[in-house]
C-alpha cells in the first residue's frame, strides 16, 4: 500500500513558476514509477509526466515539454514537478500516482496508488 500526499499548490501569475512535491508512504516508493496528471474544471484527467523508478526514464506530454520537469529522491519517498513558464490553460488540480510498471506510464488506469490532488491557478 503506498499513500501519496501532494503539496505546492497555489495562484500564481501567468509566466510564473510553482513546484509541487507528493510525498509517499511506505518503504516501497523506489520500487515504483511515478507520474503526474491534471484534470481541469469539465475535462477528463490527463497525463503530464512520468519518471521511472530509478528516475533514468522520463516521458512528458507535448503542452508540457520545455516548461514542466519531474525529479524524485528515493531517499526522502518524494516526487517533485517544477512548473514552469506557467498559462492559464494549465489551470487544473494536479494529482500525483505510483505505477508497478517500473518504466512509468501515460495511461491513467496503469496507475494503482493516487493522491487526493492540488489546485494550481494561473491567471492571465
Known amino acids: 500500500q503506498v499513500q501519496l500526499v501532494e503539496s505546492g499548490g497555489g495562484l500564481v501569475q501567468a509566466g510564473g513558476s510553482l513546484r509541487l512535491s507528493c510525498a509517499a508512504s511506505?518503504?516501497?516508493?523506489?520500487?515504483?514509477?511515478m507520474g503526474w496528471f491534471r484534470q481541469a474544471p469539465g475535462k477528463e484527467r490527463e497525463f503530464v509526466l512520468a519518471i521511472s523508478w530509478s528516475g533514468d526514464y522520463i516521458a512528458y506530454a507535448d503542452s508540457v515539454k520545455g516548461r514542466f520537469t519531474i525529479s524524485r529522491d528515493n531517499a526522502k519517498n518524494t516526487v517533485y514537478l517544477q512548473m514552469n513558464s506557467l498559462k492559464p490553460e494549465d489551470t487544473a488540480v494536479y494529482y500525483c500516482?505510483?505505477?508497478?510498471?517500473?518504466?512509468?506510464?501515460?495511461?491513467?488506469?496503469?496507475?494503482?496508488?493516487w493522491g487526493q490532488g492540488t489546485q494550481v491557478t494561473v491567471s492571465s
Open positions: 511506505g518503504r516501497t516508493f523506489s520500487s515504483y514509477a
Open positions: 500516482a505510483a505505477t508497478r510498471l517500473l518504466l512509468g506510464s501515460r495511461v491513467l488506469d496503469d496507475y494503482n496508488y
